[in-house]
């Protein structure tokens, strides 16, 4: 276990494993990538892959956006467009909301 690792390392961690990423959304901003975890780079997420991307967000979290999507701003427009879609977040025990993510 490590912390406050920066893209590079976290790329070679999960270069050619499966690998799940965890995120919750920015409080208020709603930015799943961008905004604050920059090292979560562009290749840490292609490498882990969309599939893989677990959404952790509270229901007051959640409701604070009133209605506007997730954002993602990972400096690609090509993977921010990639991104975009529909996911289930994990809003408390046993509890999923449908989030739409966007990138703009």
Same mark, same amino acid.
């Given at each position: 276990m490590a912390k406050d690792l920066g893209g590079s390392v976290l790329l070679s961690l999960f270069k050619g494993i499966k690998a799940k990423l965890v995120v919750t959304i920015t409080g208020g901003q709603g930015f799943l990538?961008?905004?604050? %975890? *920059? *090292? +979560?780079?562009?290749?840490? &997420?292609?490498? @882990?892959?969309?599939? %893989?991307? &677990? &959404?952790?967000?509270?229901?007051?979290?959640?409701?604070? +956006?009133?209605?506007?999507? /997730? /954002? @993602?701003d990972t400096y690609d427009e090509e993977l921010n467009r990639s991104l975009c879609g529909y996911y289930r977040a994990i809003a408390g025990c046993g509890e999923t909301i449908v989030c739409k993510v966007s990138d703009h």
């Open positions: 990538f961008g905004r604050g %975890n *920059q *090292q +979560l780079t562009p290749e840490v &997420i292609r490498e @882990v892959g969309k599939e %893989n991307i &677990i &959404i952790l967000a509270t229901k007051t979290k959640l409701a604070a +956006l009133s209605g506007r999507p /997730l /954002l @993602v």
